[in-house]
């Protein structure tokens, strides 16, 4: 259920286009995603965003405009 949610959200910003004022082109954003579930990966909620952090360090990894759920093993 988290990966497909980090998916749509990925999905959704990478192919939504945004208007700045005052410019004529639009722009593209993409993003990078890591997360965590409790207590799955850890039972407080500072372990938690370690966690997630930690995810999100191996998705940057992996290039842009992906995403990783933590991996403890």
Not at 4 to 31: H, K, N, Y
């Amino acid at each position: 259920t988290c990966e497909l949610f980090m998916d749509r959200i990925r999905t959704w910003l990478a192919t939504t286009r945004f208007t700045v004022p005052g410019e004529q082109s639009q722009l593209t954003c993409t993003i990078s995603l890591g997360a965590a579930v409790f207590p799955d990966h850890a039972v407080d909620a500072e372990k938690l965003i370690f966690a997630a952090d930690m995810a999100l360090l191996k998705a940057k990894e992996r290039g842009k405009n992906t995403f990783q759920v933590y991996n403890n093993g």
